[in-house]
């Protein structure tokens, strides 16, 4: 049974950083592609970050340059690293998990197991 448990999250004010852990149990993230997503109320979910299984980045416009995704496999643990936060990263922030080690398009709707989120608020 696959488990995504994230930890991290928190207030911040704006500029500030935080980072984000993802363990996963039941599943070998080195194998598969992994991301981050966040959502607002009334809003879609939306992807902020993917990792490859072979390494390969992706990230949304919005957060390039700010947030960096990585990943230990040994420790079998995905991160992001969030830094020069603003008001507009406040959300619930997942980690998600792919069955294939690449993902199409980094799409909510792509990813098979989710973690229950991590709130994150910034505050100007």
């Known amino acids: 049974q696959v488990q995504l448990v994230e930890s991290g999250g928190g207030s911040v004010q704006a500029g500030g950083s935080l980072r984000l852990s993802c363990a996963a149990s039941?599943?070998?993230?080195?194998?598969?592609?992994m991301g981050w997503f966040r959502q607002t109320p009334g809003k879609k979910r939306e992807g902020v970050a993917i990792i490859d299984s072979d390494g390969s980045i992706h990230y949304a416009d919005s957060v390039k340059g700010r947030f960096t995704i990585s990943k230990d496999n040994a420790k079998n643990t995905l991160y992001l690293q969030m830094n020069s936060l603003k008001p507009e990263d406040s959300a619930m922030y997942y980690c998600?998990?792919?069955?294939?080690?690449?993902?199409?398009?980094?799409?909510?709707?792509?990813?098979?197991?989710w973690g229950h989120g991590t709130q994150v608020t910034v505050s100007s």
């Open positions: 039941g599943y070998t993230l080195s194998n598969y592609c």
């Open positions: 998600a998990a792919d069955s294939f080690p690449y993902c199409s398009g980094g799409y909510a709707s792509e990813m098979d197991y």
